[in-house]
């Protein structure tokens, strides 16, 4: 389904759907009302942040990424993610490529100009990619609620109404989802960073063999 992305006014406080950061009223945001006007759901929402990634996945969509972050309050040359992000990039690409593997920005550097023909650019911009922040809203997991669910239906009163959950119950639940988030490594990967190469300077420090490629 074509997303039908929307740069709006927030009415009220509300949360971002990615990363449950309150948007709010006031605020710009990022909407999606694709789902809800094909009768499949609610509307999605994202924050600025969160937003920035969404609109470069929508690329071909013939969407205008520079006029959706000006409208967001992205200046340019702002990082793509929170300015207290102290992550790490893990990957590195000169290319929107699906599945990223350079490690290093040298890596992909050479990745890239190797494909390509003589003359080579002058400049190559690479993108740093951090593995995706998980977070964990109230509503992402139910696991007490369903696991209480399959006790009343073994043990419970079928004709009376249940005891619910607990305080204790509660705590344990949420000691049990920060652990998981704590322990899990996402797979996917957003970019949280842009480095502008001279490519003549590259290959004189790194592939000096390349200078009459």
């Known amino acids: 389904m074509t997303m039908e992305l929307i740069v709006t006014e927030a009415d009220w406080n509300m949360p971002c759907d990615e990363c449950g950061t309150t948007i709010l009223k006031g ?7 694709s789902s809800y006007n ?5 509307p999605t929402n994202w924050c600025k942040y969160c937003a920035d990634k969404v609109i470069q996945r929508a690329k071909d969509q013939a969407i205008d990424y520079d006029e959706m972050r000006e409208r967001l309050g992205i200046e340019k040359g702002e990082p793509m993610t929170d300015n207290n992000d102290d992550r ?7 290319t929107d490529a699906e599945r990223l593997s350079c490690d290093t920005l040298d890596e992909a550097v050479e990745e890239y100009l190797d494909d390509l023909d ?25 696991c ?5 669910n399959r006790l009343d239906e073994e043990y419970g009163d ?22 998981v988030i704590a322990e899990y490594v996402p797979w996917a990967c957003e970019p949280i960073c842009k480095e502008t ?15 009459n490629k």
Not at 88 to 94: A, L, M, N, T
């Open 88 to 94: 790490k990039p893990v990957y590195w690409s000169c």
């Open 27 to 33: 605020d710009n945001y990022l909407h999606d009302c």
């Open 118 to 142: 003589q003359p080579f650019p002058v400049t190559v911009e690479v993108t740093g990619y951090a593995r995706m922040e998980v977070h964990a809203p109230p509503s992402y997991c139910r």
């Open 158 to 179: 079928p004709d009376g109404e249940q005891d619910g959950s607990t305080q204790k119950m509660k705590d344990a639940e949420e000691m049990f989802i920060n652990a």
């Open 197 to 211: 190469v001279n490519v003549q300077e590259w290959i004189d420090a790194n592939r000096p063999d390349w200078r």
């Open 144 to 148: 007490l609620d369903d696991l209480l």
């Open 38 to 42: 094909a009768g499949q759901g609610w």
